[in-house]
């Protein structure tokens, strides 16, 4: 850039001298011509003036007079010599440097002489420059000689000189001047925004994506759309960067770690001809109206991440109830429509209820029966005889959907999800006894105690056992739907190989901890992380600390509780008054539903206290953002929080926890409830009873104060734990499982006569080779 810059003054500094000195070489040139005219008309007319008095003085015909008299009219005329010649051009007279007269030439005196007319030359010798002016002198009509009058003109080259000194002046102070301002200039507009377009390269190479302002682009002017290209490019090359990264990582970590592409690589590998179907309540697409338009949304579900890749690659189909508004414009004529939708690659079938259909299955018997049942929060459930019906009527016509689009597929593979469909397998099983039927149960399962509440128990168990496979978050709760079937049913249960035989058919049970997808870790590592300043702006707010909760709005999130030991670590610990914000993201959920409305109220106003109690102008110690928000704007969040607090009453499993590690770069605090499944793999973050207020607002305060060194470690090692038990992991070993099961033979149409015998998987080690 020196050497830019010296090149670049050097060569103005030339060019400017060039032009000034070529310039002043032409004014120096009139002026002279201008001095010189003016000189020949000055001498001229002396000359001219002083013919008479030198004719009268010739008229004498006295040498000696005529000496003086010329002597005397140069000294009154003050010219440098003045002489006269006769008509041959001899010099008679003559006043002056006598070196010059006899140096001059005889040209002017012979122009006069002979051809009357007269003439001026320039001349010069060693010591001086002057102009020869020579003139006829006429007596008598003839002729008889010559004046020639010699005016100094030594003062033109003076003055020449003197214009040259000027300009020199001129020149230099050009020189400079333009010199500054271009370096200027340079500097300005081009120097500045090319070291703005060279940081802002240098820090998207060095991954700093957000520090790279998009207001700043407009400072960069005329480079703004090349940097505008260099940084997309920039931005590919990160990509590629990242992707060449964590296919190194994985390749270091051996094949421990699953990915989409090796779930559905597997998948189409190992299920032969057997195509898969996968049945739940809530569908991966769904159809709703946006204004005037219809768009079709995905809504923020882990499943859809670990099933999709295992449909993909096998070309399945996803049995659902169509609850979007628009769903029914967005199918074909057996109720199918082939997804994703922009590059379909699998069939959604869906399902249709009634308004009152809705109410009793989903409502009724699913969210204020077997919810509150299988979650100890101390919420009762309700179970109603009609909502019952219902779930029984539901459950049948998904069975019915199911089967239709399983008649042409020998040996299929169905998986279905979830509490909502606890009857389904035994219906699919009895139509389809060729099908390996899997379900997994996302919910806790209680212990028998408190299952037994339920009047449909039996029936519920009877579902189930329909399933070849039945999967749980962890043993425990393996352990409790075992010791619920051995309490409930006349089945034969064996511990060692956690199966359940009823009627001749055997259920396999087993944990398989539902996880989140690799991709988002793996992304994570190289992406922006969003300022908290930013984030809390957003909503007028400053704060040094943020605590994070993100949360359906449940009861059994355990909101309120986690609440109140933030207010109470406020109260304990002033300190963070004025510096600490809990952020709590809580979706709106199942709000038909009575208890959930009240959990609302009882949210909002426990949030109002405390605000109440501690707010200022600038700060709020809780921010309630009571809206879904997606996946993006959770993910900002979680990775601009320094903690993050799930104090579920009870949870299957609680993938906030397992989201919160994902999105973070090997650092900050988990402060998980013992109550969660997720509380098993994640034994590095401080684990909380979310019933002690106390104890909670003390761990808060404990990993608030924790040393770096320690969060990174307990972070790293829940990473690797995540990374490595990821979703895809899930998936595959649940029907890798199922697809190891020996069904020895196929023949029981009815759960209620002999069935086919299921033998489980013989060993750990043949699982983990699956
Ligand atoms: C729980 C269940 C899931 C269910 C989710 C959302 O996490 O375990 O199976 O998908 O809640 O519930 P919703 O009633 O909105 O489908």
């Known amino acids: 850039?020196?050497?830019?810059?010296?090149?670049?003054?050097?060569?103005?500094?030339?060019?400017?001298?060039?032009?000034?000195?070529?310039?002043?070489?032409?004014?120096?040139?009139?002026?002279?011509?201008?001095?010189?005219?003016?000189?020949?008309?000055?001498?001229?007319?002396?000359?001219?003036?002083?013919?008479?008095?030198?004719?009268?003085?010739?008229?004498?015909?006295?040498?000696?007079?005529?000496?003086?008299?010329?002597?005397?009219?140069?000294?009154?005329?003050?010219?440098?010599?003045?002489?006269?010649?006769?008509?041959?051009?001899?010099?008679?007279?003559?006043?002056?440097?006598?070196?010059?007269?006899?140096?001059?030439?005889?040209?002017?005196?012979?122009?006069?002489?002979?051809?009357?007319?007269?003439?001026?030359?320039?001349?010069?010798?060693?010591?001086?420059?002057?102009?020869?002016?020579?003139?006829?002198?006429n007596t008598g009509g003839h002729v008889p000689g010559a004046l020639v009058l010699l005016d100094d003109a030594g003062y033109i080259r003076t003055e020449s000189a003197e214009v040259w000194g000027q300009s020199f002046l001129r020149i230099v102070a050009f020189v400079v001047l333009i010199a500054a301002v271009t370096v200027f200039m340079v500097r300005w507009f081009l120097l500045n925004p090319m070291t703005r377009v060279a940081e802002r390269l240098r820090r998207l190479r060095l991954g700093h994506i957000d520090e790279v302002g998009e207001d700043s682009s407009k400072e960069l002017s005329l480079f703004s759309p090349i940097a505008r290209e260099v940084e997309s490019m920039a931005e590919n090359l990160i990509e590629a960067r990242?992707?060449?990264?964590?296919?190194?990582?994985?390749?270091?970590?051996?094949?421990?770690?699953w990915t989409a592409e090796r779930l559905a690589a597997n998948m189409q590998e190992r299920s032969g001809s057997s195509r898969i179907f996968v049945v739940s309540n809530r569908e991966p697409y769904t159809h709703v109206r946006k204004g005037r338009e219809t768009v079709c949304i995905v809504p923020p579900s882990g499943l859809v991440t670990a099933i999709e890749p295992v449909l993909r690659a096998c070309d399945g189909v996803w049995v659902a109830h169509g609850s979007g508004s628009e769903d029914k414009a967005n199918v074909d004529e057996f109720d199918r429509l082939r997804v994703p939708p922009d590059d379909p690659q699998y069939t959604l079938r869906r399902v249709w209820l009634s308004a009152e259909e809705e109410t009793g299955y989903y409502d009724g018997f699913a969210n204020e029966g077997l919810w509150p049942l299988?979650?100890?929060?101390?919420?009762?459930?309700?179970?109603?005889?009609?909502?019952?019906?219902?779930?029984?009527?539901?459950?049948?016509?998904?069975?019915?959907?199911?089967?239709?689009?399983?008649?042409?597929?020998?040996?299929?593979?169905?998986?279905?999800?979830?509490?909502?469909?606890?009857?389904?397998?035994?219906?699919?099983?009895?139509?389809?006894?060729?099908?390996?039927?899997?379900?997994?149960?996302?919910?806790?399962?209680?212990?028998?105690?408190?299952?037994?509440?339920?009047?449909?128990?039996?029936?519920?168990?009877?579902?189930?056992?329909?399933?070849?496979?039945?999967?749980?978050?962890?043993?425990?709760?393996?352990?409790?739907?075992?010791?619920?079937?051995?309490?409930?049913?006349?089945?034969?249960?064996?511990?060692?190989?956690?199966?359940?035989?009823?009627?001749?058919?055997?259920s396999t049970v087993h944990p398989y901890p539902v996880s989140v997808a690799l991709d988002s870790m793996q992304k994570n590592r190289e992406a922006k992380k969003p300022s908290r300043d930013t984030l809390l702006a957003e909503f007028g707010l400053h704060a040094e600390t943020l605590v994070i909760g993100v949360d359906r709005m449940d009861y059994t999130k355990g909101i309120v509780e986690r609440l109140t030991a933030i207010e109470l670590l406020l109260e304990e610990h002033p300190w963070y008054q004025e510096r600490l914000t809990m952020v709590q993201i809580a979706a709106?959920?199942?709000?038909?539903?009575?208890?959930?409305?009240?959990?609302?109220?009882?949210?909002?106003?426990?949030?109002?206290?405390?605000?109440?109690?501690?707010?200022?102008?600038?700060?709020?110690?809780?921010?309630?953002?009571?809206?879904?928000?997606?996946?993006?704007?959770?993910?900002?969040?979680?990775?601009?929080?320094?903690?993050?607090?799930?104090?579920?009453?009870?949870?299957?499993?609680?993938?906030?926890?397992?989201?919160?590690?994902?999105?973070?770069?090997?650092?900050?605090?988990?402060?998980?409830?013992?109550?969660?499944?997720?509380?098993?793999?994640?034994?590095?973050?401080?684990?909380?009873?979310?019933?002690?207020t106390e104890g909670v607002a003390a761990a808060v305060h404990q990993g608030l104060e924790m040393g770096y060194t320690e969060r990174r470690t307990r972070m790293q090692r829940m990473r690797r734990q995540v990374m490595e038990h990821n979703v895809y992991r899930w998936a595959a070993t649940l029907l890798g499982d199922l697809r190891e099961l020996r069904m020895e033979s196929s023949s029981v149409a009815d759960p209620g006569h002999a069935g086919p015998i299921v033998v489980p998987p013989k060993s750990n080690a043949a699982r983990k080779r699956a």
Request: hydrophobic fraction near 45%; proline fraction near 5%; glycine fraction near 4%.
């Open 242 to 257: 990242a992707a060449a990264a964590s296919e190194a990582r994985l390749r270091d970590e051996g094949a421990h770690i």
């Open 374 to 506: 299988c979650h100890i929060a101390h919420t009762r459930p309700i179970f109603r005889a009609s909502d019952w019906e219902c779930y029984k009527e539901v459950n049948k016509k998904f069975a019915v959907a199911v089967i239709e689009e399983m008649k042409d597929s020998p040996n299929p593979t169905v998986f279905i999800q979830d509490y909502h469909l606890a009857l389904l397998p035994q219906l699919v099983k009895a139509a389809r006894p060729d099908a390996r039927v899997a379900i997994f149960w996302h919910i806790p399962w209680p212990n028998p105690e408190a299952f037994g509440i339920c009047p449909w128990q039996a029936e519920l168990l009877d579902g189930l056992l329909g399933a070849d496979l039945i999967g749980f978050h962890i043993p425990l709760h393996c352990n409790n739907f075992l010791s619920t079937v051995d309490r409930v049913l006349e089945s034969r249960t064996d511990r060692e190989h956690m199966t359940a035989s009823r009627k001749g058919h055997v």
């Open 1 to 137: 850039m020196h050497f830019f810059r010296m090149r670049l003054i050097l060569a103005l500094v030339v060019g400017i001298t060039l032009v000034s000195v070529a310039s002043t070489y032409f004014e120096v040139l009139a002026h002279k011509h201008i001095l010189r005219q003016d000189l020949q008309r000055r001498a001229v007319q002396k000359a001219t003036s002083l013919v008479p008095e030198i004719e009268l003085a010739l008229a004498g015909d006295q040498n000696a007079k005529l000496s003086a008299e010329v002597a005397r009219l140069r000294t009154r005329e003050a010219a440098l010599g003045l002489g006269v010649y006769d008509a041959q051009g001899k010099l008679v007279a003559s006043a002056g440097p006598v070196a010059v007269f006899s140096a001059l030439p005889r040209g002017p005196v012979d122009k006069v002489t002979q051809h009357g007319v007269e003439t001026s030359a320039f001349g010069h010798d060693a010591d001086d420059q002057w102009l020869e002016v020579a003139v006829p002198l």
């Open 588 to 692: 709106p959920s199942r709000t038909r539903i009575a208890s959930y409305l009240d959990l609302h109220r009882r949210v909002e106003m426990t949030v109002e206290r405390i605000n109440q109690r501690y707010q200022t102008p600038q700060w709020k110690p809780v921010l309630l953002i009571e809206r879904q928000c997606n996946h993006e704007e959770v993910e900002r969040w979680y990775r601009a929080a320094d903690l993050c607090l799930v104090t579920s009453l009870h949870d299957g499993m609680n993938l906030v926890a397992k989201e919160f590690v994902a999105a973070r770069d090997d650092d900050g605090v988990l402060v998980l409830s013992k109550f969660t499944g997720a509380a098993i793999e994640l034994g590095d973050a401080l684990l909380v009873n979310p019933y002690d």
